[in-house]
């Protein structure tokens, strides 16, 4: 069981931050959090998000032409910008990544099989990447709010990876959150049988 | 900064679990799995997750006529298996969840944003699941190997849910581990720009 602090860290008082401190993120911690969120289980290992971490000056402006108003100013001030892909050819890497089975078979040719696990499980690697910025001390700004196929046009252009959700990171700006919006309870969303 | 237990338990150590030991799962775990979870960030705090936690033998025996064969004897064996759920009219609870805009109208209508929104985010939410889970000190086993209308039509039918994913939940049988799988490489997943 987690201490009280780092359920708070991860989870009760974890905030999406749209707001960002002048404080840069280091080579180091964007490895950091790869080297914590690679673990996370996966559907045979597939493991199909791909990260661009966008930092520059030159790049952010590229990808401040492809995202919603809403979300410019955010994403500018952001320390670093990651692009959360997923590699549409993940099942290329089975051989290497689950060397026990042929696991390749499973999805080459099969598109729908193919579509659905590089979504669901880079989003689930989406979420592992958020818990572990938040586990080495850094808070995150997720969005959906952007123009796909132009995202994709300038950073994945000649790839099999496309995009599925972009998040900032950095040390957000606690002063400058809105009050938390309320979740459903536990007997909205669950039951037990 | 969370501590080197904590992390190993969240990821580095963590692991998929296929054998469980015969020790119950209460109903406070699964509460306090919840109220951890339901924190994660989603779009617009959409929230669309829905799980029912399948733990009677009665039920256990629907969900054993839907799961393949691979996953029969893990999920038998399981003192608790989670079918993760996603709301595909969870846009109708925007107006309690996003109060502070008119977020409903984004979605209703728009079944390629819809669709999109509830698988997203629902398995950022089952990523949150497993590693609520990990933290309240249970091990998680997580599967795709399903017949997802035969499940729906006997957990769901009558709703506008839908099954994402299903995972296993207990306390694992450490010595009946597989070795690990490898992970890629940041160079091989990431690149800073």
């Known amino acids: 069981m987690l201490s009280k602090d780092a359920l708070d860290t991860l989870f009760t008082n974890a905030r999406t931050h749209n707001a960002w401190l002048d404080k840069p993120v280091t080579d180091a911690q964007l490895q950091e959090i790869y080297d914590l969120m690679k673990w996370g289980s996966t559907s ?40 959360i892909g997923m590699d549409m050819e993940f099942f290329e890497k089975l051989p290497q990544l689950f060397p026990h089975a042929d696991a ?4 080459a040719g099969n598109q729908a099989n193919i579509d659905a696990t590089a979504f669901r499980n880079s989003s689930l690697q989406g979420a592992y990447f958020m818990l572990a910025a938040r586990a080495v001390g850094l808070d995150c700004g997720p969005m959906s709010g952007f123009d796909a196929d132009k995202l994709n046009a300038v950073f994945f252009a000649g790839t099999t990876v496309k995009v599925n ?29």
């Open 104 to 107: 390749r078979s499973w999805f």
């Open 44 to 83: 045979a290992n597939c493991s199909p998000a791909r990260i661009v971490f966008v930092r520059s000056d030159a790049e952010k402006q590229k990808l401040l032409g492809c995202v919603s108003q809403g979300n410019f100013e955010k994403t500018k001030t952001a320390p670093v910008t990651a692009i």
């Open 165 to 193: 959700f972009i998040c900032n990171l950095g040390y957000g700006d606690a002063q400058q959150l809105f009050p938390r919006s309320p979740r459903l309870s536990f007997d909205e969303a669950c039951k037990i049988v």
